[in-house]
């Protein structure tokens, strides 16, 4: 059974900083994996998705790494800001199905 | 605007008495799902969709059933609600091939007392 586990749980950082946050799970026969950020009362929104034929995504300030055989992939968040804070989740799908595996999520405050 | 709805996005009811949470969404998409998220244990899935009039339990599928009469409709029904399904409800979908990104509707805060 795919297990997903994201450390740190919590991380403050000054704004301008660049972060990184970890995203390990158990099953490494996975076709993708996504990051997702959640908002304090709000739904999920899509960061970004990689293919198990991709290493990495990039989408403006944010760079996501995979790496199947070590079971590991990582955010890269560039020059953060306070409207970065959020929780950020990632997701594996179950097997070779839809369902989504989320790890507990990193909640990060950038602080002014 | 793509996008996945959920009404009503908030709720208090008592225990026992039925409700239904609708989720729509109008980008086509096969599959559908729905999501509780507890503190401490995350998001875990109740049911999921493949396409019409196709469903399946997903972890946690307990007193909960859905329907898919319609491709773009997948509402969660409650029939005798109790205090521990008090929890924040998505909805999601996405297609069956290519790129399968999942979208996510805003959420449904449940609480049954």
């Known amino acids: 059974k795919q297990e997903v586990t994201q450390i740190p749980a919590a991380l403050s950082v000054p704004e301008g900083e660049n972060l990184v946050l970890n995203c390990s799970f158990t099953?490494?026969?996975?076709?993708?994996l996504q990051w997702f950020r959640q908002d304090p009362g709000k739904g999920l929104t899509s960061l970004l998705l990689?293919?198990?034929?991709?290493r990495e995504q990039t989408s403006g300030r944010l760079n996501a790494s995979l790496d199947k055989s070590s079971g590991r992939s990582t955010l890269y968040i560039a020059a953060s800001q306070p409207g970065d804070s959020a929780t950020y989740l990632c997701?594996?799908?179950?097997?070779?199905?839809?369902?989504?595996?989320f790890g507990k999520g990193t909640k990060l405050t950038v602080n002014p | 605007e793509a996008q996945v709805t959920q009404n009503p996005r908030y709720l208090i009811t008592v225990t026992g008495k039925k409700l239904t949470v609708t989720c729509s969404q109008n980008?086509?998409?096969?599959?559908m799902s729905w999501y509780r998220q507890d503190p401490g244990l995350g998001l875990r899935q109740i049911y999921y969709?493949?396409?019409?009039?196709?469903?399946d339990k997903g972890d946690v599928p307990e007193g909960y059933k859905v329907s898919r009469k319609e491709k773009r409709n997948f509402p969660l029904i409650l029939e005798s609600p109790s205090p521990n399904q008090t929890s924040l409800y998505f909805c999601?979908?996405?297609?069956?091939?290519?790129?399968?990104?999942?979208?996510f509707g805003p959420g449904t805060r449940l609480l049954v007392l």
């Open positions: 099953d490494s026969a996975i076709y993708n």
């Open positions: 997701a594996v799908p179950q097997g070779g199905s839809e369902k989504l595996v």
């Open positions: 969709s493949m396409n019409v009039e196709v469903t």
């Open positions: 980008m086509n998409h096969e599959y």
């Open positions: 999601a979908s996405s297609r069956l091939a290519g790129v399968p990104s999942q979208y």
């Open positions: 990689i293919q198990s034929s991709q």
